[in-house]
């Protein structure tokens, strides 16, 4: 482990715990004049949508106001996720009417994409809407490195810390796509990354002077294509991460994390090779293939994983007009 | 109409929920919360710690946490000439293994223990917080507690032991529990809860536990139940056996005597453990009977006007009392003597089992009468 990395797990590298004291963020946040908005991407989370806006609400705008706003940004749920978030108080937006004249694409990219445009914040914090054990540190744990150093610009988060017992250290996993390829892939380009422990946890908190000057894969890639390009333009120093204990999610089949594979190789031989860390790429094909038998004949099945990539938020007029940009 | 003192105005009760439309959100979030730290009956430190915290950061006095898992603090009044207490049972039903996940729908919140009594000691956690914003000054001192060890065997040793050991002067109790809205509980049940535990010697008899229970539940239900029908007898849960190939060497029932009376209660009971005796004759036979929870009859007059006020308040808030006056939890308030009421807060349905959920739409009018009764109290309804 390089100098550098050891540096930056020992200063960038926090717990929930340390940030307990939510008045003294509250304090320092006041003293900043910061504005904090919360982002809910959702897609048909009825089930768990309505505790998150229910705690986030409670906790960190009622008891203790941290948060300014908190908004779902939805890609055109078919169940009720609008009508139970926007009954506990959240503000709801469709991703279809942020920047209509930009169009529309489905995919947690395009939603955390428009927030951009549509929160206020000067911190955007974007959580998951399909967490069950919610609770308030999801969000002041990710924001509070923010508040207190000035230099951290992007707070990811990652959970389940290394366990450490008779000798045998269990290393801290992030999921099988993580496991599988991301950190693979980190290790062969990017070392240090991988210091990044869960790098496709889908919570983290961003200033908007970072935000604004990222593009955004509309699907998978949107988390790695972050990673990359943070670390391209601000090194290692812009990013910090907090654990944050236990995290309760969805199960996602097997088929499923083939197709966020294949978006996020995408994004990453993207940006592989618009940084010239790669030769010549052939074409990159949007069709993830598989077989499937049927009797003694073999079934071709195209799946398209379409990875537009929305252009960084500081080309788009419309904004800089709003922001004063 | 009745009117209840927020900070300087008179605000009539029909308008309370609309004031108290605001701290919704911090209610569900306590009862979320609360209902996910799985709390069984002596398991509950995990809640009593939450409360604790709650307690803290509301700033009352004399925040503790008992050996009975009871998790206390005082809001002071401005006089503090006497104490109002209100509480609510910590524990649950279910086990810590079971999943205790919630879901938040649009008209409901669905996890086990939510409405028992998940959302009565979420109320507990969120009473100073809803006071201190609606501008509420108590001049009694308001001491807020939950309690642990209250169900089955429990026995309501929780409160009992609180009640036992606070010295000041208490001058009524508030009960609370999730459900079911149009509760009005002023009176006490005198009750034995028990296991008749039937055991067989394999090495000297033949005879089937199951068999001898069921004996045994036949003579029982013979018992005559007291004179115009003020006794009751519950034969709540059975159990016994491993295998219908073999006579089962032991079998369990769980069962409940109630009545008016202590007296005719503990009659009832003796004739119980008459008939045990006799079953226990034969050689390798024992039968036996384990009492779990004891309560003592008493409480309050139908006429009584602390629940005249409570009618009166509920029948402004549109809250039709439900017919059930008794609650085990007032026994151990009427062991001190002390008046106390329990109230539910809102509908719920499949009450202790997996699926149980609570209705969001009828919480805040269930929170209404209850900032409302202790208003009253505190004014002097019931001196």
């Given at each position: 482990m390089s100098n550098l990395v050891k540096k930056w797990l020992r200063e960038n590298t926090f717990h929930h715990s340390q940030f307990w004291d939510i008045l003294q963020l509250i304090e320092e946040k006041q003293k900043q004049n910061l504005r904090i908005s919360l982002c809910l991407p959702t897609y048909n989370e009825e089930a768990t949508i309505g505790k998150e806006v229910v705690i986030f609400k409670s906790e960190l705008q009622d008891r203790y106001p941290l948060l300014d706003e908190i908004a779902v940004i939805d890609s055109?749920?078919?169940?009720s996720t609008c009508e139970v978030a926007a009954s506990f108080g959240a503000a709801v937006y469709q991703s279809a009417d942020i920047?209509?004249?930009?169009g529309f694409n489905r995919g947690k990219g395009e939603n955390l994409w428009k927030a951009i445009h549509q929160l206020t914040g000067d911190i955007i914090v974007y959580v998951d809407a399909d967490i069950k054990n919610i609770h308030s540190r999801f969000v002041y744990g990710l924001v509070a490195p923010l508040i207190y150093r000035s230099e951290i610009k992007y707070v990811k988060a990652f959970y389940d810390r290394p366990l450490v017992s008779r000798d045998k250290v269990r290393p801290s996993g992030g999921g099988r796509v993580t496991e599988i390829l991301v950190r693979p892939l980190f290790s062969l380009f990017?070392?240090?990354?991988?210091?990044?422990?869960?790098?496709?946890?889908?919570e983290y908190a961003v200033r908007r002077e970072i935000l604004e000057q990222l593009s955004f894969p509309v699907g998978y890639g949107v988390e790695t294509a972050h990673l990359l390009d943070i670390y391209a333009k601000w090194g290692m120093g812009a990013f910090a991460q907090t654990d944050l204990d236990k995290r309760v999610h969805r199960h996602q089949q097997t088929r499923d994390l083939g197709k966020m594979s294949f978006g996020i190789l995408r994004a990453f031989f993207k940006r592989l090779k618009a940084q010239g860390a790669i030769g010549d790429l052939p074409e990159l094909s949007p069709y993830l293939m598989r077989y499937q038998a049927l009797g003694n004949e073999y079934e071709t099945e195209l799946i398209e994983i379409f990875e537009k990539e929305r252009p960084a938020m500081l080309e788009v007029e419309a904004y800089r007009k709003k922001f004063g940009r | 109409m009745v009117e209840v003192r927020l900070g300087k105005k008179m605000v009539p009760v029909r308008r309370l929920p609309e004031k108290l439309a605001p701290f919704r959100e911090l209610l569900l979030a306590n009862a979320i919360m609360l209902s996910e730290i799985p709390s069984p009956t002596f398991g509950e430190h995990d809640r009593a710690r939450f409360l604790e915290q709650r307690f803290t950061e509301c700033g009352l006095q004399h925040c503790a946490i008992d050996e009975k898992n009871n998790c206390f603090g005082i809001l002071p009044g401005s006089e503090g000439k006497k104490t109002i207490m209100v509480s609510a049972h910590l524990d649950t039903p279910f086990a810590p293994t079971q999943d205790h996940t919630s879901r938040v729908g649009v008209g409901t919140i669905h996890c086990p223990g939510i409405a028992d009594n998940s959302l009565g000691s979420a109320l507990v956690a969120t009473l100073p917080i809803i006071l201190e914003r609606m501008g509420i000054r108590l001049c009694n001192d308001l001491l807020l507690i939950g309690c642990g060890g209250s169900l089955d065997y429990g026995n309501l040793g929780g409160i009992r032991t609180f009640l036992n050991e606070f010295d000041s002067p208490i001058c009524f109790g508030l009960a609370l529990e999730g459900a079911s809205q149009g509760r009005l509980q002023f009176c006490s049940v005198a009750s034995m809860g028990g296991v008749i535990s039937c055991h067989v010697d394999r090495k000297v008899s033949s005879l089937s536990a199951i068999a001898i229970l069921n004996q045994i539940i036949t003579r029982i239900q013979e018992l005559p139940c007291g004179h115009g029908g003020e006794l009751s007898l519950v034969l709540g849960a059975i159990s016994g056996g491993v295998s219908y190939k073999l006579p089962a060497r032991q079998a369990q029932l769980k069962l409940q005597v109630r009545g008016d009376s202590d007296g005719e209660v503990k009659d009832l009971v003796k004739k119980i453990e008459n008939i045990l005796n006799e079953f226990a004759r034969p050689l390798g036979v024992s039968a036996y009977l384990e009492v779990i929870a004891r309560t003592r009859a008493g409480g309050l007059d139908f006429s009584h006007p602390l629940v005249k006020y409570a009618r009166k308040v509920m029948g402004i808030l549109e809250l039709s009392p439900l017919d059930d006056y008794y609650s085990s939890t007032i026994s151990s308030y009427v062991e001190h003597d002390i008046p106390a009421l329990c109230l539910g807060i809102t509908k719920a349905d499949n009450i202790n089992y997996q699926d149980e959920y609570v209705e969001i739409g009828p919480i805040m009018k269930g929170v209404a009468q209850v900032i409302a009764m202790l208003m009253g109290v505190d004014g002097g309804v019931g001196e």
């Amino acid at each position: 482990m390089s100098n550098l990395v050891k540096k930056w797990l020992r200063e960038n590298t926090f717990h929930h715990s340390q940030f307990w004291d939510i008045l003294q963020l509250i304090e320092e946040k006041q003293k900043q004049n910061l504005r904090i908005s919360l982002c809910l991407p959702t897609y048909n989370e009825e089930a768990t949508i309505g505790k998150e806006v229910v705690i986030f609400k409670s906790e960190l705008q009622d008891r203790y106001p941290l948060l300014d706003e908190i908004a779902v940004i939805d890609s055109g749920s078919t169940d009720s996720t609008c009508e139970v978030a926007a009954s506990f108080g959240a503000a709801v937006y469709q991703s279809a009417d942020i920047l209509p004249e930009m169009g529309f694409n489905r995919g947690k990219g395009e939603n955390l994409w428009k927030a951009i445009h549509q929160l206020t914040g000067d911190i955007i914090v974007y959580v998951d809407a399909d967490i069950k054990n919610i609770h308030s540190r999801f969000v002041y744990g990710l924001v509070a490195p923010l508040i207190y150093r000035s230099e951290i610009k992007y707070v990811k988060a990652f959970y389940d810390r290394p366990l450490v017992s008779r000798d045998k250290v269990r290393p801290s996993g992030g999921g099988r796509v993580t496991e599988i390829l991301v950190r693979p892939l980190f290790s062969l380009f990017y070392p240090e990354l991988t210091a990044i422990i869960q790098p496709l946890s889908g919570e983290y908190a961003v200033r908007r002077e970072i935000l604004e000057q990222l593009s955004f894969p509309v699907g998978y890639g949107v988390e790695t294509a972050h990673l990359l390009d943070i670390y391209a333009k601000w090194g290692m120093g812009a990013f910090a991460q907090t654990d944050l204990d236990k995290r309760v999610h969805r199960h996602q089949q097997t088929r499923d994390l083939g197709k966020m594979s294949f978006g996020i190789l995408r994004a990453f031989f993207k940006r592989l090779k618009a940084q010239g860390a790669i030769g010549d790429l052939p074409e990159l094909s949007p069709y993830l293939m598989r077989y499937q038998a049927l009797g003694n004949e073999y079934e071709t099945e195209l799946i398209e994983i379409f990875e537009k990539e929305r252009p960084a938020m500081l080309e788009v007029e419309a904004y800089r007009k709003k922001f004063g940009r | 109409m009745v009117e209840v003192r927020l900070g300087k105005k008179m605000v009539p009760v029909r308008r309370l929920p609309e004031k108290l439309a605001p701290f919704r959100e911090l209610l569900l979030a306590n009862a979320i919360m609360l209902s996910e730290i799985p709390s069984p009956t002596f398991g509950e430190h995990d809640r009593a710690r939450f409360l604790e915290q709650r307690f803290t950061e509301c700033g009352l006095q004399h925040c503790a946490i008992d050996e009975k898992n009871n998790c206390f603090g005082i809001l002071p009044g401005s006089e503090g000439k006497k104490t109002i207490m209100v509480s609510a049972h910590l524990d649950t039903p279910f086990a810590p293994t079971q999943d205790h996940t919630s879901r938040v729908g649009v008209g409901t919140i669905h996890c086990p223990g939510i409405a028992d009594n998940s959302l009565g000691s979420a109320l507990v956690a969120t009473l100073p917080i809803i006071l201190e914003r609606m501008g509420i000054r108590l001049c009694n001192d308001l001491l807020l507690i939950g309690c642990g060890g209250s169900l089955d065997y429990g026995n309501l040793g929780g409160i009992r032991t609180f009640l036992n050991e606070f010295d000041s002067p208490i001058c009524f109790g508030l009960a609370l529990e999730g459900a079911s809205q149009g509760r009005l509980q002023f009176c006490s049940v005198a009750s034995m809860g028990g296991v008749i535990s039937c055991h067989v010697d394999r090495k000297v008899s033949s005879l089937s536990a199951i068999a001898i229970l069921n004996q045994i539940i036949t003579r029982i239900q013979e018992l005559p139940c007291g004179h115009g029908g003020e006794l009751s007898l519950v034969l709540g849960a059975i159990s016994g056996g491993v295998s219908y190939k073999l006579p089962a060497r032991q079998a369990q029932l769980k069962l409940q005597v109630r009545g008016d009376s202590d007296g005719e209660v503990k009659d009832l009971v003796k004739k119980i453990e008459n008939i045990l005796n006799e079953f226990a004759r034969p050689l390798g036979v024992s039968a036996y009977l384990e009492v779990i929870a004891r309560t003592r009859a008493g409480g309050l007059d139908f006429s009584h006007p602390l629940v005249k006020y409570a009618r009166k308040v509920m029948g402004i808030l549109e809250l039709s009392p439900l017919d059930d006056y008794y609650s085990s939890t007032i026994s151990s308030y009427v062991e001190h003597d002390i008046p106390a009421l329990c109230l539910g807060i809102t509908k719920a349905d499949n009450i202790n089992y997996q699926d149980e959920y609570v209705e969001i739409g009828p919480i805040m009018k269930g929170v209404a009468q209850v900032i409302a009764m202790l208003m009253g109290v505190d004014g002097g309804v019931g001196e």
